[in-house]
């Protein structure tokens, strides 16, 4: 680097760069990232709940005995009697 170059540009350590704005930003992409987290974590909790009950429901429903079909009822022939 020429000397015009670290004249004008002076290199200063990251913690001095570090002003009031960076350090909110900072803290702003902290809280954003465990917001994130948070809800991927209780996305993941409810899904894991929804499907252990629909497993349970299924279960439940093939444990169960299917009701039997009603088998129409024979139709009654009259029988005339000779008079």
């Known amino acids: 680097m020429s000397a015009r170059k670290k004249a004008l540009f002076k290199e200063t350590p990251t913690q001095v760069r ?4 960076d350090k ?4 702003a992409m902290q809280i954003a ?4 987290s948070d ?4 996305t ?3 899904r894991a709940l929804r499907l252990e009950r629909e497993a349970a429901e299924a ?3 093939a444990a169960a005995p299917a009701p039997k079909k009603k088998t129409p009822a024979k139709k009654k022939v009259a029988v ?3 008079a």
């Not at 570090?18 to 704005?21: R, V």
């Not at 990232?33 to 994130?36: R, V």
């Not at 809800?39 to 209780?42: F, G, L």
Request: hydrophobic letters at 30%; aromatic letters at 0%; charged letters at 50%.
């Open 80 to 82: 005339k009697e000779p």
């Open 39 to 42: 809800r991927v974590a209780k």
């Open 18 to 21: 570090a002003t009031k704005a």
């Open 33 to 36: 990232e465990k917001e994130t």
């Open 24 to 27: 909110t930003t900072e803290v």
């Open 44 to 46: 993941e909790k409810l």
């Open 59 to 61: 279960a439940e429903k």
